[in-house]
Nanobody
Framework: QVQLVESGGGLVQAGGSLRLSCAVS????????MGWYRQAPGKQRDLVAV???????NYADSVKGRFTISRDNSENTVYLQMNSLKPEDTAVYYC??????????????WGQGTQVTVSS
């Protein structure tokens, strides 16, 4: 059984920082890509940042220069360092593990979500 455990959300003032973590556990051979998505009330879930196993990274334009994604392949963990937070960053942040190899099959998994609230 694969589990994604997220941590690090919370309430912060505008201009502050938070660091999100997501640890993937289970009988996993590899994870192709790990990323963070967010969903604000009444809006769709959007990509924030994604990092491939080899290290290539994509960011949403709205977070470029403020957020940094990283991963530890040995620990199957992905991090999101969020600096210079803005009220519009307020959302539930979801961790995603894409193309998780278990045996000879591939699966996609989501975390339970962690709330990030930025006050003005």
């Amino acid at each position: 059984q694969v589990q994604l455990v997220e941590s690090g959300g919370g309430l912060v003032q505008a201009g502050g920082s938070l660091r999100l973590s997501c640890a993937v556990s289970g009988r996993i051979s590899s994870i192709a890509a790990m990323g963070w998505y967010r969903q604000a009330p009444g809006k769709q879930r959007d990509l924030v940042a994604v990092i491939a196993r080899g290290g290539s990274i994509n960011y949403a334009d709205s977070v470029k220069g403020r957020f940094t994604i990283s991963r530890d392949n040995s620990e199957n963990t992905v991090y999101l360092q969020m600096n210079s937070l803005k009220p519009e960053d307020t959302a539930v942040y979801y961790c995603n593990a894409d193309r998780v190899r278990i045996g000879f099959k591939y699966y996609d998994y989501w975390g339970q979500g962690t709330q990030v609230t930025v006050s003005s």
